[in-house]
Antibody
Framework: QVQLKESGPGLVQPSQTLSLTCTVS????????VHWVRQPPGKGLEWMGR???????SYNSALKSRLSISRDTSKNQVFLKMNSLQTDDTGTYYC???????????WGQGVMVTVSS | DIQMTQSPASLSASLGETVTIECRAS??????LAWYQQKPGKSPQLLIY???SLHTGVPSRFSGSGSGTQYSLKINSLQSEDVASYFC?????????FGAGTKLELK
């Protein structure tokens, strides 16, 4: 069955870099787009960026200067790196699979990231 | 970016009641709209896509409608397991954008 699972550190110091991994199973990264979405505590959802099936990437313009998404298809993994973290980057980070023509049909369980010294 | 304005921000309803949540886009999104349910501490779950198509496994008491810039999610015969937050999301144009959410509680 389709699964996505995020992993990464729960605590990051201000100004440091966040590195997250999304490990997928049950589908191929060369057939589906995978997106990253985050959610500050008690707040709404913010789209961060995507890895397309063909390896292209798109980013939220508000995060573009700090964000990088890459993948390793042999390991079924998509990576997120975001630098210069601040306290308002605290939240739960999700990876999610996009269905065609739209909508996100499978989500990881999320990883809570706290930015604090 | 397309702005999604969702209302109400919170809603209290009784078991068996019908509830409606609205979402308004800042421009025509041509039915490129999804609705999600998120229970506390859980990931969002897709309910509706293409504004009115029910995702696999979603109970038929959920329905979506609308066109242009105005969309709604209706829950018939509210059940206790429907207590959650609900979000709309447009995918007609990049970047995908979400409404701020509606928190649904039992009265």
């Amino acid at each position: 069955q389709v699964q996505l699972k995020e992993s990464g550190p729960g605590l990051v110091q201000p100004s440091q870099t966040l590195s997250l991994t999304c490990t997928v199973s049950g589908f191929s990264l060369t057939s589906y787009n995978v997106h990253w979405v985050r959610q500050p505590p008690g707040k709404g959802l913010e789209w961060m960026g995507r890895m397309r099936y063909n390896g292209d990437t798109s980013y939220n313009s508000a995060l573009k200067s700090r964000l990088s998404i890459s993948r390793d298809t042999s390991k079924n993994q998509v990576f997120l790196k975001m630098n210069s973290l601040q306290t308002d980057d605290t939240g739960t980070y999700y990876c999610t699979r996009a269905r065609l023509p739209g909508g996100f049909d499978y989500w990881g369980q999320g990883v809570m990231v706290t930015v604090s010294s | 970016d397309i702005q999604m304005t969702q209302s109400p921000a919170s809603l209290s309803a009784s078991l068996g009641e019908t509830v409606t949540i609205e979402c308004r886009a800042s421009e025509d999104i041509y039915n490129g709209l999804a609705w999600y349910q998120q229970k506390p501490g859980k990931s969002p779950q897709l309910l509706i896509y293409n504004a009115n198509s029910l995702h696999t496994g979603v109970p038929s008491r959920f329905s979506g409608s609308g066109s242009g810039t105005q969309y709604s999610l209706k829950i018939n015969s509210l059940q206790s397991e429907d207590v959650a937050s609900y979000f709309c999301q447009q995918y007609y144009d990049y970047p995908p954008t979400f409404g701020a959410g509606t928190k649904l509680e039992l009265k």
